[in-house]
Structure formats: structure tokens, C-alpha cells
């Protein structure tokens, strides 16, 4: 494609994304087809020859939008959300279109000075303390990862990178059951291994039970392991549980170690003033993770990775061939603050977005999110049939369908069955939970385009779905 053509083409794509954008709605939220029926129709092997590209459009529209779970679909109520909006997509296509590489200052000046400028407002949006520093990741898989390894590096005075296995062979790291199964692999990569890993039990509310924590320290060190790390969660992922970092923070101090905290979607929420008391505490954190593309607008991917001590992260992850040593010193190369060398040029998207919406506006469409769950939750309460089990936290509930004259056996299948249900017919998806044993059903709002109408709708389809079953 040359570029009079791609300049007529990308017009023609910009029309096909905000088609797609404006008539979301009409798809089904879940895609409907069968396993194997998409790469059925898809060649065995590449054209050996270039194919016109109106043949390849016609192919998404054809083969591939079937195959499209619809993530911006106002009725995506499943996992968390995973938001895009039109400033992100332009400037994925400016990313994409520049495709700069900027593993060093050198190699791009702009995208390593706007990556530390536009997280620098973040971390201000947030309320987190002037001590912190940015950088963004590709998930908070990868954030997570790199905290789990600076912190065995810390513990080890990085004899881990020096000698592998055996210099952390007795090192523990801490969560709660209810942390996400990111740490869990992140203790695997690291060499942890599962059986350091100790998985505390949650308190009510689903929040870490401190104590539980202190005394699985004092254990381990009795017996001679070395505690390197706890990871604390604000907002779980089953239930928006909250765990206490500031209690945390203190025992973390107490016995030397490294706290993390995962605050991958509701961390969001932290740009409201009515809700930055959840993060109490988090200036005692030693690294903190929240993701811009689940609820904050970027799309995939965008995940901020904020650390109290970068040198921490250098000595874990530098590494300088000849080919890389460039003459500048006293820049950032964010090469040294992760685990890829090359990075893309994500920092356009918090950028494009925290200018677009300005903060003012990005806090107005979380408000929105959190009173159009809290509605919902309260008109599903008030049906004598329906029991609200996690009541809203931000933009997530739990509900069950509990009518009389059922067992609790049956509640179980009953739930399974409408969810099922729901899922199947396309016009409202969500996610499958267990809170306290019993099989529950998760609201998780958080769409640019979702408006009352559709808690209406979401309601009505609940509700009658469930008294037909
Ligand atoms: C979604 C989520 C993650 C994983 O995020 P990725 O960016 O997909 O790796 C980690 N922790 C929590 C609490 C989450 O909700």
C-alpha cells in the first residue's frame, strides 16, 4: 500500500471505527460463534501475493466481526472493563503511525520526557505522594512482575540476579486469597515457587486479615525463611475488596518488607476525592499499580506502574551492552525500568485522553459509572427474589437470585442457569462469582457510551429471565 493510498484508505477505516463506535449496541455483547468457526475460515497459509484491500476489509466485516466480543457494548457488564474512547484511538493510529521505539531517551527524546510528564499528573491526580515515580507498563501483569522481582533483588541485595535459585530459596511473599492470579504468576516467574507463597484469609468484607499476615511473618522467620514481600489489593477482582494498606504498611515496615499494591481497575477511583480514603496508607508503598486501560479510558494497553525508588528497578533490570551505551547521561531509559527492551509509544494515549476529558471530565463519567451501578443495585434489592451479596464498591456488585421455596443446593444452579441464560442471549453479559461458597452473579459498569436506559434495560432483563427459568 503506498501512501496516497493509505491516505484514502485510513479516512475510509476512521468511518468504518466510528460506524462501529455509533452502532455498538446493535451487536450481541458476546460473540456467538462455536470454537474452530472462525479460524475455519481463515487460510491455511498467507497469500503469497498481495491481495486489494478491499478484499481484506470486507474479510473483518465478514470473517473477523463475528468473532467479536464487544467490549464497548454499553451491556458489557462481565470482568472488569477494559475502556476505550475516540482520543485513544487516535492516538493508538499517531503510535502506530510514528512507530517510534523508545526503549532509551535516545531513541526517541519526546516519548520518554511526555511518558514521565503525563505520569507525573497522574500520580498528582491520584493524591499519591511526590516520592513516587512513573512508568508505564503493558499490564499490570508486567507491573506486578516487576515489583515481585525488585523485591527479591532488595531482599537478596540482588545475589538472586547474581547467583539465581539458590540465593532466594528462602524467601516468602504474602496476599490475600482473594488477590489476583497475577501475583500468583509472578511468584512463579520470579522463582518464588508456590509453596513461599502464602495466600492470608480475608476478613467480612473481603479485605486481608492483618493479623493473619503479622503472624505468617513471625512464623516464616521462625523457621528461618526471610518475608520479601506483601502484595495488597484495592480492589479485588471477585468483589472490590479493599484491603487495609495502611495497617499493612506498618507491618510491611516492621519486618522489612516490600509493599506492593494492585489497584489494576480501582485505582481509577482514586482520581475522586470522595473515594481517595480507599488508599489510605499508600504513601508507605513501596510500588503501586493501576491500569489507565481498564477504567480509565486508553484501551488496551496502558498500565501505570508508579515506584518509590527507581534504582530499585535499575539494579534489578539494567543491563548495558555495548550496542545500547548512548552519551547522555542523567536521562531516564526506561529500557532499565522493566522487563521488555522495546516499548511502544504508549504515553500519547494518557496524554490524548487526560487532555481530551481533562480530569474534571474523566471524574464525571466515573461518578456516572458508580451511581448507575448503585441504581441498579438498589432496584435489584428492592425485588423480594433478589439478595444483593457484595453491596456496590465503586462500580461492581454481586447479586444472587434467591425466590422462596428454593434450597440453597439449588440457588447454585438456579444462579449458574440464569447467568447462562443472560450470557447467551446476547443482550447483557456478566461475570460468574463465588462470594462466601455460594454462586453469585458480578455487575461491573464502566462503558463511555452506558446511560440509565441501560440499567433499565439490564433490570428488566434480570429480572424476567430469572422468572422464566
Ligand atoms: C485485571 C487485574 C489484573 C490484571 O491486569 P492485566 O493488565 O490484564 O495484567 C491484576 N490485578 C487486578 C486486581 C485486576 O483487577
Same mark, same amino acid.
Request: contains cysteine; aromatic residues 8%; charged residues 25%.
Given at each position: 500500500?503506498?501512501?496516497?493510498?493509505?491516505?484514502?484508505?485510513?479516512?475510509?477505516?476512521?468511518?468504518?471505527?466510528?460506524?462501529?463506535?455509533?452502532?455498538?449496541?446493535?451487536?450481541?455483547?458476546?460473540?456467538?460463534?462455536?470454537?474452530?468457526?472462525?479460524?475455519?475460515?481463515?487460510?491455511? %497459509?498467507? $497469500?503469497?501475493?498481495?491481495? $486489494?484491500?478491499?478484499?481484506?476489509?470486507?474479510?473483518?466485516?465478514?470473517?473477523?466481526?463475528?468473532?467479536?466480543?464487544?467490549?464497548?457494548?454499553?451491556?458489557?457488564?462481565?470482568?472488569?472493563?477494559?475502556?476505550?474512547?475516540?482520543?485513544?484511538?487516535?492516538?493508538?493510529?499517531?503510535?502506530?503511525?510514528?512507530?517510534?521505539?523508545?526503549?532509551?531517551?535516545?531513541?526517541? &527524546?519526546?516519548?520518554?520526557?511526555?511518558?514521565?510528564?503525563?505520569?507525573?499528573?497522574?500520580?498528582?491526580?491520584?493524591?499519591?505522594?511526590?516520592?513516587?515515580?512513573?512508568?508505564?507498563?503493558? %499490564?499490570?501483569?508486567?507491573?506486578?512482575?516487576?515489583?515481585?522481582?525488585?523485591?527479591?533483588?532488595?531482599?537478596?541485595?540482588?545475589?538472586?540476579?547474581?547467583?539465581?535459585?539458590?540465593?532466594?530459596?528462602?524467601?516468602?511473599?504474602?496476599?490475600?486469597?482473594?488477590?489476583?492470579?497475577?501475583?500468583?504468576?509472578?511468584?512463579?516467574?520470579?522463582?518464588?515457587?508456590?509453596?513461599?507463597?502464602?495466600?492470608? &484469609?480475608?476478613?467480612?468484607?473481603?479485605?486481608?486479615?492483618?493479623?493473619?499476615?503479622?503472624?505468617?511473618?513471625?512464623?516464616?522467620?521462625?523457621?528461618?525463611?526471610? &518475608?520479601?514481600?506483601?502484595?495488597?489489593?484495592?480492589?479485588?477482582?471477585?468483589?472490590?475488596?479493599?484491603?487495609?494498606?495502611?495497617?499493612?504498611?506498618?507491618?510491611?515496615?516492621?519486618?522489612?518488607?516490600?509493599?506492593?499494591?494492585?489497584?489494576?481497575?480501582?485505582?481509577?477511583?482514586?482520581?475522586?476525592?470522595?473515594?481517595?480514603?480507599?488508599?489510605?496508607?499508600?504513601?508507605?508503598?513501596? %510500588?503501586?499499580?493501576?491500569?489507565?486501560?481498564?477504567?480509565?479510558?486508553?484501551?488496551?494497553?496502558?498500565?501505570?506502574?508508579?515506584?518509590?525508588?527507581?534504582?530499585?528497578?535499575?539494579?534489578?533490570?539494567?543491563?548495558?551492552?555495548?550496542?545500547?551505551?548512548?552519551?547522555?547521561?542523567?536521562?531516564?531509559?526506561?529500557?532499565?525500568?522493566?522487563?521488555?527492551?522495546?516499548?511502544?509509544?504508549?504515553?500519547?494515549?494518557?496524554?490524548?485522553?487526560?487532555?481530551?476529558?481533562?480530569?474534571?471530565?474523566?471524574?464525571?463519567?466515573?461518578?456516572?459509572?458508580?451511581?448507575?451501578?448503585?441504581?441498579?443495585?438498589?432496584?435489584?434489592?428492592?425485588?423480594?427474589?433478589?439478595?444483593?451479596?457484595?453491596?456496590?464498591?465503586?462500580?461492581?456488585?454481586?447479586?444472587?437470585?434467591?425466590?422462596?421455596?428454593?434450597?440453597?443446593?439449588?440457588?447454585?444452579?438456579?444462579?449458574?442457569?440464569?447467568?447462562?441464560?443472560?450470557?447467551?442471549?446476547?443482550?447483557?453479559?456478566?461475570?460468574?462469582?463465588?462470594?462466601?461458597?455460594?454462586?453469585?452473579?458480578?455487575?461491573?459498569?464502566?462503558?463511555?457510551?452506558?446511560?440509565?436506559?441501560?440499567?433499565?434495560?439490564?433490570?428488566?432483563?434480570?429480572?424476567?429471565?430469572?422468572?422464566?427459568?
Amino acid at each position: 500500500m503506498d501512501v496516497p493510498a493509505f491516505r484514502k484508505q485510513g479516512h475510509r477505516l476512521i468511518d468504518w471505527i466510528a460506524d462501529y463506535m455509533e452502532a455498538v449496541e446493535n451487536h450481541p455483547v458476546r460473540a456467538r460463534v462455536r470454537p474452530g468457526e472462525i479460524s475455519a475460515r481463515l487460510p491455511q %497459509s498467507a $497469500p503469497e501475493a498481495g491481495e $486489494p484491500w478491499d478484499e481484506i476489509l470486507a474479510d473483518l466485516d465478514d470473517i473477523i466481526m463475528p468473532g467479536i466480543t464487544h467490549w464497548q457494548h454499553p451491556m458489557f457488564m462481565a470482568y472488569f472493563p477494559s475502556v476505550s474512547s475516540p482520543p485513544a484511538v487516535l492516538a493508538e493510529m499517531v503510535i502506530a503511525g510514528l512507530g517510534v521505539q523508545g526503549m532509551m531517551w535516545e531513541t526517541s &527524546p519526546a516519548a520518554t520526557e511526555l511518558e514521565t510528564r503525563v505520569m507525573d499528573w497522574l500520580r498528582q491526580a491520584m493524591g499519591l505522594a511526590d516520592g513516587f515515580h512513573g512508568v508505564i507498563q503493558d %499490564s499490570a501483569s508486567s507491573s506486578t512482575l516487576c515489583a515481585v522481582l525488585s523485591a527479591r533483588e532488595r531482599a537478596t541485595a540482588g545475589e538472586g540476579n547474581a547467583q539465581g535459585g539458590k540465593a532466594f530459596a528462602n524467601l516468602t511473599i504474602y496476599s490475600s486469597t482473594e488477590a489476583h492470579s497475577s501475583v500468583d504468576k509472578a511468584v512463579r516467574i520470579a522463582g518464588i515457587g508456590d509453596s513461599h507463597f502464602r495466600k492470608l &484469609p480475608v476478613d467480612g468484607e473481603g479485605a486481608l486479615d492483618c493479623a493473619a499476615l503479622e503472624a505468617a511473618i513471625i512464623d516464616d522467620k521462625a523457621a528461618g525463611l526471610v &518475608p520479601a514481600q506483601v502484595v495488597a489489593t484495592l480492589g479485588t477482582t471477585g468483589t472490590g475488596a479493599v484491603d487495609d494498606v495502611a495497617t499493612i504498611g506498618v507491618i510491611a515496615r516492621r519486618h522489612g518488607l516490600w509493599l506492593h499494591v494492585d489497584a489494576a481497575w480501582a485505582g481509577s477511583a482514586l482520581l475522586l476525592p470522595e473515594h481517595r480514603s480507599m488508599g489510605r496508607g499508600l504513601d508507605v508503598a513501596d %510500588s503501586f499499580v493501576m491500569n489507565p486501560h481498564k477504567w480509565l479510558y486508553t484501551g488496551m494497553d496502558c498500565s501505570a506502574y508508579f515506584v518509590r525508588d527507581p534504582q530499585a528497578l535499575q539494579r534489578t533490570f539494567a543491563i548495558l551492552p555495548e550496542y545500547l551505551k548512548t552519551a547522555q547521561a542523567d536521562v531516564i531509559n526506561y529500557r532499565d525500568w522493566g522487563i521488555a527492551l522495546g516499548r511502544r509509544f504508549r504515553a500519547v494515549k494518557l496524554w490524548f485522553v487526560l487532555r481530551s476529558y481533562g480530569l474534571d471530565g474523566l471524574r464525571s463519567e466515573l461518578r456516572r459509572h458508580v451511581a448507575l451501578a448503585r441504581d441498579l443495585a438498589q432496584r435489584l434489592a428492592a425485588e423480594d427474589d433478589f439478595q444483593i451479596l457484595v453491596p456496590p464498591r465503586l462500580a461492581l456488585f454481586v447479586f444472587r437470585y434467591r425466590p422462596e421455596g428454593v434450597t440453597e443446593g439449588e440457588l447454585d444452579s438456579l444462579n449458574e442457569r440464569l447467568l447462562a441464560a443472560l450470557n447467551d442471549s446476547g443482550h447483557i453479559y456478566l461475570t460468574r462469582v463465588r462470594v462466601d461458597g455460594r454462586v453469585a452473579i458480578r455487575v461491573s459498569v464502566g462503558q463511555t457510551g452506558v446511560e440509565a436506559r441501560h440499567m433499565e434495560r439490564a433490570f428488566h432483563l434480570i429480572t424476567e429471565r430469572a422468572r422464566r427459568l
